[in-house]
């Protein structure tokens, strides 16, 4: 027999996302995963209620979910934001069979919304060389900041993942990086050159005299404590506009791929360098420039110059 407080909990949390929230926690998804997945819930139920639409799980059907996920398509919404409100519902109604709280999801047969394929903004080397040159001086943040870019061109490594680095986790004899807290919770090695590792032990000479030299975060905010993420995504962009440039931090990732795939490496390297575990995303983030790779491959084989 049912309790006046469950009555109450169920009232209040319709669509159980309080317990999903829960079990994502407990299946180690990422924190930012976790709050897409409630925010999105929490949009669907606002959006059921506002049409009058069955708040029971049970009675949710694919209709109601394809009316939502249109509503977000007039709304102006990016696809790529579509998408990802698909993806977060059909693993939220699997989660429900998986409890016992449905029999079938009621999106098992639908179709992710396509997604158009757009060019992902790369450097050239050009570029790069005038962004790295605008880090050039004799203060620490000076060799802060070459240490940073130069990293994350030469390992791909996310914004997130420069900002958790710890001292610890970065080797300047095997050109190693370790990065413990990559997306999903998933720990990597990813690699850099020669001139990575001159900037970074140059950094790490800078480093010893400051006030938080003894902290175990790798890279230091300017204002003491460690570089959060904002930070690393603030360097990047100041950088740019001292180069003349507008970049962002995603950039330097998509040049990893581009430069990577350019220079043979296999779709398995850099997906492990790189961290990708979905092969249309590394696939979307090393297209951008395949055009121009295709055409500087065509001049070793171009049939119209062997005739």
Known sequence: METRTDTKAKTDDPLFREHWEIDLGVANRAKKTIQLYGDTLGQFEAFLRQMGMPLDVANITREHVTHY?????????????????????????????????????????????????????CLSEDELRGLLRACAGSLWVDKRDKALIRLAVDSGLRRSELADLLVDDVDLSAGI??????????????????????????????????????????????????????????????????????????????????????????????????????HDMMRRYGASQATARAKEAHRSFSPGDKV
């Open 69 to 121: 996920l249109e509503s977000l398509q007039k709304a102006g919404r990016a696809e790529a934001t579509v998408a990802a409100r698909y993806r977060s519902l059909r693993r939220y109604f699997h989660w429900l069979e998986d409890i016992g709280e449905i029999k079938d999801s009621p999106m098992r047969k639908m179709q992710q919304p396509q997604i158009s394929e757009k060019m992902a903004p």
């Open 177 to 278: 990086v370790r990065v413990r807290r990559g997306k999903g919770g998933r720990e990597r090695l990813s690699a850099f050159g020669r001139k990575a590792a001159s900037d970074l032990a140059a950094y790490i000479r800078a480093r010893r005299g400051l006030r938080d030299a003894d902290l175990e975060w790798f890279f230091l905010g300017g204002r003491g404590g460690r570089l959060t993420a904002s930070g690393v995504y603030q360097v990047v962009k100041n950088r740019g506009k001292q180069a003349g440039l507008k970049v962002f931090t995603h950039e330097l990732r998509h040049t990893f791929a581009h430069m990577a795939k350019a220079a043979g490496a296999s779709d398995e390297d850099v997906m492990t360098l790189g961290g990708w575990r979905d």
